[in-house]
């Protein structure tokens, strides 16, 4: 995540509250509405992180890039349809986008493509996990708790106790004392959900964990691809955080985890 790296330890801390406040607001009315709400709300942040994606590979980016038009295109639809239809459509959609992007962008392709694939994939099943009328809320709530329990325990953690870095070429903060407090955290968000719903406690503890396991994933990856590149934020659009894109990665790595899960956990 995006954290200043000067000052005292919980310099930034205020601003990232706020900001996260405003966005899980907004987040909390819209998911609760549902239908069509959920759709436009998540087309709209999905358009935005594929339009930083690229502004990472290519700084100069404009309105006229093709490569921008076609992956924030494609991404958009293939969410918008995961509001109809199952999410194979929105897996086509991005195909298709690829194959555009082989014809039209060839020279970002290697980058562009796991790019579009990954973000529209994951947001197009967050949709779909809505979807459902009687469970698709709860079940968003806990995933999103997990990420946030996640960030919270490890940011707190990791800078209270400090300790030995996971990763330090990549992410130069993170360490194993804020993996382990985020893991704790995580954890008790399922404790929580597992108290208060009818889904099996194994099930809910293993997942709990195994999802702040891969949100910690989604964040290194993007540590990994934004140092790449030399740069430091996505974005600035989000106060405290950068862009969306390091708002959000610990989510997009944990709903791609869970996507794949589903197609062999049972359900219910």
């Given amino acids: 995540m995006s954290t200043a790296e ?31 709400y959920v759709t436009a709300l998540v087309a709209f942040a999905t358009g935005l ?14 309105l006229d890039d093709m490569g921008l038009l076609i992956s924030v295109g494609t991404g958009v639809l293939a969410v918008a349809l995961s509001g109809s239809f199952e999410i194979h459509i929105s897996l086509i959609v991005a195909l298709c986008g690829v194959a555009l992007l082989a014809v039209l962008d060839r020279p970002k392709l290697v980058w562009m493509a796991p790019g579009l694939v990954y973000i529209a994939l994951a947001m197009s099943f967050l949709v779909e ?17 997990v990420v946030i329990a996640t960030d919270i325990g490890g940011y707190f953690a990791g800078r209270s106790i400090g300790g030995p ?14 993996t382990l407090g985020g893991l704790g955290l995580a954890l008790l968000v399922g404790v ?35 140092r790449r590149f030399g740069v430091k934020d996505a ?7 950068g862009g969306l ?20 956990l049972p359900a219910g």
Avoid: C
């Fill in 6 to 36: 000067r000052g005292p330890k919980y310099a930034d801390l205020w601003v990232r509250i706020v900001s996260a406040i405003i966005l899980a607001g907004i987040a909390l009315v819209d998911f609760w509405k549902g239908g069509v």
């Fill in 49 to 62: 992180m594929l339009w930083e994606y690229r502004r990472v590979l290519k700084p100069d980016t404009g």
């Fill in 129 to 145: 996990l809505r979807r459902d009328p009687d469970t698709g809320f709860y079940t968003v709530l806990w995933l999103v708790l």
């Fill in 165 to 178: 870095k996971i990763w330090p070429r990549v992410s130069p903060k993170k360490t194993w004392s804020g």
């Fill in 192 to 226: 929580i959900f597992a108290l208060a719903s009818e889904i099996k406690v194994p099930w809910i503890l293993g997942l709990s964990v195994l999802l702040a396991m891969a949100s910690q994933a989604g964040d290194l990856i993007e540590s990994a691809f934004k």
């Fill in 235 to 241: 974005s600035n659009l989000i106060p405290g955080h």
């Fill in 245 to 264: 894109l390091d708002r959000f990665d610990g989510l997009l790595g944990a709903l791609a985890v869970f996507a794949l899960l589903s197609f062999f």
